[in-house]
């Protein structure tokens, strides 16, 4: 199975989830920045990668976990997915996350600030603020996600 987590710009929330599925970090306790800054494309992305579905790693039962920044596409990257999954006869095999309704206004004016703007130094505080913030409603995402992925297998 393939899982995609996405959100608008593919560097913290689907991100964090997408650690959170692979055990990347621990669901147990909230992340400092060290950790968030360890997981691979953390505040790292550019305008360069939108639209491109890059790949964290495969879980312990070998289903590949994505990230995808789709800026405004809303639910309707989840559509798109599934609509070429459809196409392909392989609509079983994908579970699109949108991560935006566990995003909340620090991560959003962090994110803009580091990523968009290019003001790292101000913004990723604010962003890791937010992501720690977040974080318990994203092991929740993750959580339901993967009790999902086990029962579309």
Do not use: W
Request: a positive charge; aromatic letters at 8%; charged letters at 20%.
């Amino acid at each position: 199975m393939k899982i995609i987590y996405h959100c608008y710009g593919g560097s913290h929330s689907s991100v964090m989830a997408a650690a959170l599925h692979l055990g990347l970090l621990p669901k147990d306790r909230i992340p400092n920045e060290t950790n968030l800054m360890a997981i691979p494309y953390f505040d790292k992305t550019t305008n360069a990668d939108f639209g491109s579905i890059r790949l964290m790693g495969k879980d312990e039962y070998n289903n590949e976990v994505y990230v995808l920044g789709k800026k405004n596409g809303g639910d309707r990257y989840s559509n798109l997915l599934r609509g070429i999954a459809q196409i392909l006869g392989e609509e079983e095999q994908l579970l699109a996350v949108n991560c935006m309704n566990r995003v909340n206004m620090f991560m959003k004016l962090g994110g803009f600030s580091s990523r968009k703007m290019g003001l790292v130094s101000l913004g990723r505080p604010v962003v890791i603020q937010g992501s720690r913030k977040a974080f318990l409603e994203l092991v929740n995402l993750v959580e339901i996600t993967r009790l999902r992925a086990m029962h579309m297998v």
